[in-house]
């Protein structure tokens, strides 16, 4: 019903920057949110961001606050997430997901994109 296609992921030095897009198709109309996660080699998959569709409202992960941004244009169905003053430790896939329903916000997602590569050198 839903899919997602990540891109922007790259290189970068520390205290740099990235805008990751997701392009999401299928039933915008009727999605509710949409999150970012992260997943580095060897670790547990991490919550980042999320924002809902209609109203534009974020969450956060600590690791995020005061330095990451998720925005959207639903004309384009793109969401985005601007990644500022980025570390080491955001070396990570990156992945956007979706969900059509409001009551797991912000952490729960059904639809799922494959994700791509951030990698920040010190």
Same mark, same amino acid.
């Given at each position: ?8 992921? =790259?290189?970068?030095?520390? =205290? =740099? ?10 039933? @915008? ?28 409202? @974020? ?31 955001? @070396? ?31």
């Amino acid at each position: 019903q839903v899919q997602l296609v990540e891109s922007g992921g =790259g290189l970068v030095q520390a =205290g =740099g920057s990235l805008r990751l897009s997701c392009a999401v198709s299928g039933r @915008t109309f009727s999605t509710y949110a949409v999150g970012w996660f992260r997943q580095a080699p060897g670790k547990e998959r991490e919550f980042v961001a999320a924002i809902t569709w209609r109203g534009g409202s @974020t969450y956060y992960a600590d690791s995020a606050k005061g330095r990451f941004t998720a925005s959207r244009d639903n004309a384009k169905n793109t969401v985005y997430l601007q990644m500022n003053n980025l570390k080491p430790e955001d @070396t990570a896939v990156y992945c956007c997901a979706s969900t059509l329903y409001g009551s797991g916000w912000p952490y729960e997602y059904h639809y799922w994109g494959q994700g791509t590569q951030v990698t920040v050198s010190s």
